[in-house]
């Protein structure tokens, strides 16, 4: 099993040459045969993956629907290039070619609909109360029933504990069938793509990624979510892919829950695996903001160590003993 998928290297694609400019490949894709085409090579050759051999250029007209040769073979020629390679014995997708149909079976380019609130048995990681699930403007959100919640965002509901970016294609009608297992399901991913940060690289498309403490100076600390930065946390970690700019904010402890001592916690607490339960506890960590050689840094009280857990502006994690006596 490969991640590679065809090289792109190996052309023997005739059509229009490739030029890289991202306006004509979206040109290219602006006609309903040439998606098909993509999504059925996606079908026929294995998803993208090299396990899958060339796609005849007579079985794929026929797997698109097309009776038409001359009409097919405009649109395939194309595509050809950039999204869809030609080989000896037929043709396969490329690298491209199989990132868009990720995209389109995922959902991430439809319409998204409002639902409403699906009932779980999770519990609000501030006061107890039981936690709902809604899906709205791509976002899962989970809500508690009685507090104000952690989030004060624009576009998001009362009593949001959580917004998680999902497509629409990975939701299907879980808020009504299957709340709970969305509710951690979507977290789990939040918590997986919030270590890859941590670690330096984007969880979307592998380049490098920076993070940052952000501290909020007028951040007042009350009930309900801050006025100035919209959270009740006094600082967040900020990720930004250099390269396609993916990232968002996150709580300091999911960026390096897998690492010690905030792993060897979570297991203390019984989460063997990622998901709301994880979220939750990390979240009820107590955290304050602190300083470290003159930047901000996250200060922990974990139930598992004799002493604070400080993670600096670099993710550095260092543990300080507490002093005889205290």
Not at 111 to 135: D, I, K
Request: some cysteine; proline content about 6%.
């Amino acid at each position: 099993m490969s991640d590679t998928g065809g090289r792109d290297d190996e052309r023997e694609d005739a059509g229009t040459p490739a030029t890289g400019a991202p306006e004509e490949a979206f040109a290219r894709l602006g006609n309903r045969i040439r998606v098909a085409i993509l999504e059925a090579l996606h079908e026929e050759f294995g998803g993208g993956d090299r396990d899958g051999a060339p796609v005849r250029y007579t079985e794929l007209r026929e797997a698109v629907g097309i009776e038409d040769s001359g009409q097919f073979g405009y649109h395939l020629n194309q595509l050809l290039g950039e999204f869809v390679g030609k080989r000896e014995h037929g043709y396969v997708l490329l690298s491209p070619g199989r990132e868009l149909v990720h995209t389109i079976k995922s959902g991430a380019v439809a319409a998204t609909a409002g639902s409403a609130a699906g009932e779980t048995n999770a519990a609000c990681y501030r006061c107890g109360a039981p936690v709902t699930v809604t899906y709205t403007g791509g976002y899962v959100v989970a809500c508690c029933t009685e507090c104000p919640g952690a989030l004060g965002l624009d576009l998001v509901p009362d009593g949001a504990l959580s917004s998680i970016p999902v497509p629409a294609g990975a939701v299907g009608d879980a808020v009504e069938t299957a709340p709970r297992a969305l509710l951690d399901r979507s977290h789990g991913r939040f918590c997986h793509r919030a270590r890859m940060f941590g670690d330096g690289i984007c969880p979307r498309c592998g380049g490098e990624s920076t993070a940052t403490i952000e501290v909020c100076d007028d951040h007042d600390g009350g009930e309900e979510p801050c006025s100035a930065c919209g959270v009740t946390m006094p600082a967040v970690v900020r990720t930004t892919c250099r390269v396609c700019a993916e990232g968002g904010i996150a709580p300091g402890a999911t960026v390096v829950s897998h690492r010690t001592p905030f792993r060897e916690a979570l297991a203390a607490a019984g989460v063997d695996r990622l998901g709301y339960d994880a979220f939750a506890t990390m979240l009820r960590w107590p955290a304050t903001v602190t300083d470290a050689d003159g930047d901000p840094a996250l200060r922990y009280d974990l139930p598992t160590v004799g002493g604070d857990v400080v993670v600096d502006g670099d993710l550095d994690i260092a543990v300080e003993a507490v002093a005889d006596g205290q």
